[in-house]
């Protein structure tokens, strides 16, 4: 027989005596397990533009919908991911909150920060947007989290420890080998970025908290696809590939070694360029709200999905936000077929139709002739 419970949620603390082991572990983490977190700066990548791009665009308007980043290894793919956070604005949250709620929006609070604001003793904090890194290996319970159903039945509360999706809430939620995730974890990956919340239920106990986040996957397409529901899911698709220019390849030798011998200097270097960056994605998403879309905006980005016979309609939305997203990159509040074709590369690649045995190929020409008029 099922158990439902009602009521406030709430978690009991664990009952730990003084100077029990667990206790001195926890002293040992405080205390000594905090090293100085040091990052290749993303101004300092050479090349690999567009896949810099994609980034940005997502990380000022995560509705956008994540971003894949298929290629080779040792194209900088991680390191971008990890080095984004750097050049973003400081989020505000919910203090001592496991999910990161938003202050602003209590319409989305947790149970706990519900019950803290009703106490009236819900306090801002300001901190830097995370990447959160879900293994490939993760348990079901280490991405959802996890319930302990005993002490929910017996003490009448729902005991509940947040797992990947938990932290990741409105953060980057990164996936390294996103081809080679077992199904379950795409399954619940799929259902979060859906609705916004991670729900999990066991016996007839159920658990929900926010869980929005920008979807960043990485891969080498030779060691597999991608399930074509994640693929559909995941907005964006760059394809990144080794430097073919010798003085490019030159430079990314010699800047590494400078990280590798110097960081703190090597990222003083790169300080105004990070600067500008985050200036211009900060006004970015000031003026994303008043960045308008014509309705032949809409017509031109119609005709492009028709003309590349893709299924179904979220490529049209796909492609209008981040378009409108570029412009507002840009500095403009009017978007330009030079925007929709930009997102058009990154959103069409990998949901054009494609017969049985047959490799129908990306053609940025093609879409030039589209928008101009020429198909």
Excluded at 168 to 183: P, S
Excluded at 234 to 251: C, F, K, M, P, S
Excluded at 270 to 285: D, G, P, T, Y
Excluded at 296 to 318: K, Q, S, Y
Aim: net charge negative; aromatic share 4%; charged share 30%.
């Amino acid at each position: 027989m099922s158990s439902s419970i009602t009521g406030t949620i709430t978690e009991v603390p664990k009952v730990v005596e003084n100077d029990s082991p667990s206790e001195y572990l926890e002293d040992i983490a405080r205390q000594a397990t905090k090293t100085e977190r040091v990052l290749y700066p993303i101004a300092g990548i050479v090349g690999q533009e567009k896949m810099l791009r994609a980034l940005i665009l997502n990380t000022i308007n995560p509705s956008i919908g994540g971003v894949l980043i298929r290629g080779q290894k040792g194209t900088a793919k991680s390191t971008a991911v990890r080095g984004v956070t750097e050049i973003l604005p400081e989020i505000e949250t919910v203090e001592g909150c496991k999910f990161n709620c938003d202050p602003n929006d209590p319409e989305k609070f947790c149970w706990e920060c519900q019950e803290k604001k009703r106490k009236g003793t819900l306090y801002i904090g300001r901190r830097q947007m995370r990447v959160v890194d879900l293994p490939v290996g993760a348990t079901e319970d280490r991405v959802v989290g996890s319930l302990d159903i005993e002490k929910a039945v017996r003490q009448g509360v729902q005991a509940f420890d947040p797992g990947i999706l938990a932290q990741a809430n409105r953060g980057i939620l990164y996936v390294d080998e996103i081809n080679l995730l077992d199904d379950f974890v795409v399954d619940a990956l799929l259902d979060a970025a859906a609705m916004g919340v991670n729900t999990v239920e066991r016996e007839g106990v159920s658990v929900s908290h926010p869980a929005n986040f920008i979807i960043v996957g990485s891969m080498n397409p030779e060691e597999g696809e991608l399930r074509p529901q994640l693929l559909d899911r995941i907005a964006l698709q760059v394809e990144v590939t080794g430097i073919y220019d010798v003085e490019q390849r030159i430079e990314i030798v010699e800047r590494r070694n400078r990280f590798n011998d110097e960081p703190k200097q090597f990222i003083r270097e790169f300080e105004a360029e990070q600067e500008k960056l985050r200036s211009k994605i900060v006004k970015a998403m000031q003026m994303l709200p008043r960045v308008t879309t014509t309705r032949d905006n809409l017509r031109t980005i119609a005709e492009i999905c028709i003309a590349f016979n893709v299924d179904g309609h979220r490529a049209d939305i796909m492609i209008e936000r981040a378009a409108r997203t570029n412009a507002a990159y840009e500095g403009r509040e009017r978007i330009t077929n030079d925007d929709i074709i930009e997102a058009s590369e990154m959103v069409l690649p990998h949901r054009m139709r494609k017969k049985p045995f047959e490799e129908e190929e990306f053609s940025v020409d093609q879409l030039r002739a589209v928008v101009d008029g020429k198909v």
